[in-house]
């Protein structure tokens, strides 16, 4: 509607009155992409079982992590990222519980390889996109 209104008036503007439009524009434009992300890493944050699957993914990154470990935990949060796998994650309830048995049986197995500063920054992550994000 906003846009509709400018353009009515477009007709009757000089090219520095447009060029001032535009940038205003292009801010807006900027400021709407800047809140999206925001919001969308927002509710990301709230996605059942992130937190195990972002310590799964600092430990598979740690370099002291045998490589077994770390192909088996990236095969968990590949898993868990992609949507469509085994049961698709758009099958309500279903969707998700296959995804969290995935990396509820990654974590069982793997847990001695867990440390707490992966842990810690698994949290730190997610309270850094609830807050700031």
Known sequence: MWFREQAATWQNMSWQDFAA????????EAELRRKFWRKLLREAANIPFVEDALTAHYCAFDRQTPLYVKIALVGAVV???VPDDLIPDSVPVLGVLDD???IAGAMKLFSSHFKAEHREAARRTLARMREEM
């Open 100 to 102: 969290a048995a995935v």
């Open 79 to 81: 898993y868990f990222m």
């Open 21 to 28: 439009l535009s940038r205003r524009m292009a801010a807006d």
